[in-house]
């Protein structure tokens, strides 16, 4: 939330008669007097009946003022506010304790009858509800998590000031339902950073998560709690309803979660929650001539199967390092400005807790300028280029900080200048290919139907006036209507992965769907004559390999059954197929 300074206003004034100066004194008294220290307007103090001090030369103090003038002693400055007031309208501001005088985040503060009107509280236990109605209100504070039909915390009767006025209300909730503990190591000392789930017994986090989506209405609650243990290894759940049994689940590095306390209820207290060894790594950069420290941004990737086939992304904080599995196969990927990046691959250990990795880095002072094009099957350049991707070696990994800009490279052997993608890079192995939904996708006229490709290079390049050219080979796309009879007007497909298609290959692709015309930068394209008049409707796809390839079409149900509707067809390089769906529901 933004914080609001405002500039104080100056008080003092250089050249004013005695009694001018003790009058305005005292106006401005009266008029700071109607604002508290958080800008809220209060009720103006009376002024004592007793008749203003002489004010002396001596007291009159500001930028300028005479030699000799003493200075004024500073006003005490009011503590930040951490919410923007509103000054058009009404407010409520307050915070929410327990009895102990302990912050309560996240609970959920309402004003009853207003459904727009709720808000949790911030790690500090504060709140602001901007917009309430002048007048009688009600504050119903229910705790965030599991179901909103949970009896009320604490309800609270107010009159709300009249804009621009702030009310102010100091709630403490008492008793407050949790679950408290401590989570310990193998070797029983206390752990902290430890991720915690509390869930309903039974029921799985990926469970909780999906009941979340599910869940309808405005600010639905989530499912489950989640925090991380302290320091010292405690943990406190906050807003447990009673009636109900939970699980407090832990991650570990070999299973999604491991549970570590069934059937807690709430006001359960001394749990103690037995958490495996700690296994991965922490990279520790250094100079690889000096020794001394790097900072350096390091990135790590699993060379094993984890969750899928594609390698799954490990960055964690720094000072916690890497978690995974033992004998699970890491890449190490640092970066820092002036030294070139370096790759470590490791295997993690299993008799030892977090190992130490020594990453040694070289110095970079050489920053090269790389030109790169694009080219089809053919050698033929593409009339242009699509933004680029740098990322280091084969990793992955993007390159920090590159700005690349598109350029007109000066190419006689190509017969003229041609645009070329150029970048500054470091020493070291590279691999540039087209950015994310650049090519493949109808987002440009010209790149309509190139497909992606990568190309690695070594910087510094051996001749530096060599342009290097990034193979996109041309393929073809696919114009898909679902219709409920032959050469009827086309449907909504449904969802994006209602459409897929098996390549040559045996490639399956989900494929990406834009209504004709839209997003390919040109004007959409005339209707051919003859066409049907729905046919302007039917959705294109990104490009695709060219040769026979086979669409899917998954549809709801029809006679208790998926209705799945396949047909063969041929993609054809630069150009758009049409390919008819019927649908036989």
């Known amino acids: 939330m933004s914080v609001v300074r405002r500039p104080a206003r100056a008080t003092l004034v250089v050249g004013l008669g005695l009694a001018a100066a003790a009058a305005l004194a005292v106006a401005l008294r009266r008029a700071r007097a109607t604002r508290g220290p958080d800008g809220e307007v209060v009720a103006p103090a009376a002024e004592a009946a007793v008749p203003p001090a002489p004010v002396t030369g001596a007291q009159l103090s500001a930028r300028g003022a005479r030699p000799g003038a003493t200075t004024a002693p500073p006003r005490p400055v009011a503590p930040e506010d951490p919410f923007q007031r509103d000054d058009d309208g009404a407010a409520i501001r307050g915070h929410v304790r327990d009895a102990a005088g302990r912050p309560l985040a996240g609970v959920r503060v309402e004003v009853e009858g207003h459904a727009y009107l709720v808000l949790p509280t911030d790690d500090a236990g504060r709140f602001q509800v901007s917009g309430p109605e002048p007048g009688p209100a009600r504050l119903v504070l229910r705790w965030g998590h599991f179901s909103s039909d949970a009896p009320p915390a604490l309800v609270r009767d107010l009159d709300v000031a009249p804009g621009p ?22 070797d029983g000392r206390p752990r902290g950073g430890v991720g915690l789930d509390l869930v309903r017994t039974g029921t799985s986090v990926s469970d909780a998560v999906a009941e979340q989506w599910l869940s309808s209405g405005f600010a639905a609650p989530p499912n489950r709690i989640r925090l991380r243990s302290a320091a010292d290894g405690t943990f406190r ?37 037995e958490v495996g060894a700690r296994h991965g790594v922490v990279a520790r950069c250094v100079d690889a001539a000096s020794g001394d420290p790097v900072t350096a941004s390091v990135t790590a990737q699993s060379l094993s199967p984890r969750l899928s086939e594609q390698e799954a992304s490990l960055a964690q904080p720094p000072d916690e390092g890497v978690r995974a599995r033992p004998g699970e196969r890491l890449r190490l990927v640092a970066q820092a400005a002036g030294y070139a990046p370096a790759v470590v691959e490791h295997v993690v250990r299993g008799d030892v807790e977090m190992e130490e990795v020594v990453v040694r880095m070289g110095r970079s ?43 007109s490279y000066g190419a006689p052997w190509a017969g003229g200048s041609r645009y070329a993608a150029m970048a500054t890079l470091p020493t070291g192995r590279f691999e540039v290919r087209p950015a994310r939904d650049t090519v493949g996708l109808p987002t440009s006229g010209v790149l309509r139907f190139a497909l992606a490709g990568s190309r690695a290079l070594e910087v510094p390049l ?67 004559p003859g066409e049907g008049t729905g046919a302007a409707d039917a959705y294109e796809t990104q490009a695709l390999p060219p040769g026979p390839t086979t669409v899917h079409w998954t549809g709801g149900l029809h006679d208790g059954s998926p209705v799945v509707v396949s047909r063969a067809t041929q993609v054809v390089a630069g150009e758009v197929t049409a390919v008819e769906l019927v649908d036989p529901r």
């Open 462 to 528: 051996a001749d530096e006036d060599a342009l290097l050219d990034v193979a996109l080979p041309r393929g073809g796309a696919l114009r898909v209507s679902v219709v409920k009879e032959p050469g009827g007007a086309p449907q909504d497909p449904g969802d994006m992965t209602s459409l897929s298609a098996t390549t040559a290959d045996g490639t399956r692709v989900v494929l990406r769907l834009f209504r004709r015309g839209e997003r390919i930068g040109l004007a959409a394209p005339a209707r051919p």
């Open 165 to 186: 006025a702030v009310t102010r209300v100091e709630l403490v909730v008492d008793p407050v339902p949790s679950i408290e503990g401590v989570v310990v190591g193998p």
């Open 365 to 407: 002072p050489v920053h090269a300028p790389v030109f790169v094009g694009v080219v089809d099957e053919t050698g033929a350049p593409w009339p242009s280029v699509p933004a680029l991707a740098w990322s280091v070696g084969d990793t992955g990994v993007e390159v920090d900080d590159v700005t690349t800009s598109i350029v």
């Open 237 to 273: 759940f906050l807003g447990v309803p009673e009636g109900l049994r939970f699980d407090v689940v832990w991650w570990d590095d070999d299973a999604d979660e491991r549970v570590g306390a069934r059937g807690l209820a709430a006001g359960a207290r001394g749990v103690r929650i």
